[in-house]
């Protein structure tokens, strides 16, 4: 799902249009204010020309610069504290004045230290979540829709607990996990177990609750992925890359606060793909990145699948979490009508 380089510059278009609102804004905030407090107006005419002043007075005295640098800052300070005091005194917050941005980390720009911001890596994503519909999905997938009943409460197989009891007991922990993601950014889980026993909804909700709380979330079938890799892999590096490029998807696969990588084992496997899924899933690891892989085959399975490296990773990394029941998508074509599991 890369962002094309039109869609890329609508979005700096909407920044631009962003700064020139949050300029607007504070202009028409400045009047205002002048306009009902004359003596504020005063203030920010010697503030702005109190700098000038300052200099010509150090090039006629040639006096201690730390001195006047000093004497500068009291005198700027005790006209900011006047300044202040007005303000609440008239009912304006102390902060009136000021610039106000949707995003004070990079100040509606973009980026910070000329690295991307998150804000503007998560606009990215919810650009290509749009064209494939993904936000749609999320509206209908999410906890709120989430219905424990549909699990059956009779024992299953030599499994200890209920296909209900053991998705309470994984949607007890995945809501700790949310509710504490702040602090557990590296946390992983691998959800593994057969079809249709509710993984792929439980990432859905999971999605939402983490974008709800401002974080930057990619929701990828394994399929996608190791697409996305390959051409990232097989690009043509014998030119240098645009703007856009270096904002493409495979380079958030690795940045985002949370990677959901779903249906592990429906991708193309060739020794190259797994390798590229290794280096995702081990640059994750080492940069404290949280991920969640789901998939329908048993760990035996993935053991035989995938690279000795790749297996001892998830093993080693990974909460291991199993998904246990009837299959929910088949029960509910014989039963009456119920969200998708």
């Known amino acids: 799902m890369p962002v094309s380089d ?4 609508k979005i700096l278009l909407e920044y631009d249009e962003r700064r020139a609102q949050a300029a607007a804004e504070q202009r028409a ?13 005063a203030i920010d005419a010697e503030l702005e ?19 006047l640098i000093d004497g500068v800052r009291l005198h700027v ?39 991307r911001c998150r804000c503007l890596t998560q606009r990215l994503i919810d650009l290509a979540y749009s064209q494939s519909n993904i936000k749609n999905l999320l509206a ?3 906890f709120q829709t989430f219905d424990i009943s549909l699990f059956s409460p009779s024992s299953f197989g030599n499994e200890p607990a209920t296909p209900r009891e053991n998705m309470q007991h994984i949607q007890d922990t995945v809501m700790k996990y949310i509710w504490h993601f702040s602090d557990t950014t590296d946390a992983n889980f691998l959800f593994y177990g057969s079809t249709g026993t509710g993984k792929t909804f439980l990432c859905n909700c999971i999605a939402k609750e983490i974008l709800d709380q401002g974080y930057t979330v990619l929701y990828e079938t394994a399929y996608e992925l190791c697409s996305l890799l390959e051409k990232q892999r097989f690009r043509d590096r014998s030119r240098e890359r645009t703007r856009e490029e270096d904002l493409d998807l495979p380079d958030m696969i690795l940045d985002s606060d949370l990677l959901i990588i779903d249906d592990l ?23 404290s990145k949280s991920t969640i892989i789901s998939t329908n085959l048993a760990l035996s399975q993935l053991k035989k699948q995938y690279s000795d490296r790749m297996f001892s990773r998830l093993l080693g990394s990974y909460q291991l979490v199993k998904f246990y029941g009837d299959d929910i998508r088949t029960k509910k074509k014989f039963t009456r009508p119920v969200r998708e599991a």
């Open 140 to 142: 209908l997938e999410n």
């Open 49 to 67: 020309s109190f700098g000038i002043r300052a200099m010509k007075e150090y090039l006629q005295t040639r006096q201690d610069p730390r001195r």
């Open 77 to 115: 300070q005790s006209l900011v504290t006047e300044k202040e005091a007005l303000l609440r005194e008239a009912g304006f917050p102390a902060d009136y004045l000021e610039l106000h941005y949707l995003c004070p980390e990079c100040r509606d720009t973009g980026f910070v230290q000329h690295q």
């Open 29 to 41: 905030h400045v009047e205002e204010v002048h306009r009902r407090l004359p003596q504020v107006r």
């Open 265 to 287: 084992g429906t991708e193309f496997a060739t020794s190259l793909s797994v390798a590229d899924l290794f280096h995702c899933i081990n640059h994750r690891l080492l940069h």
């Open 6 to 9: 039109q869609d890329f510059k």
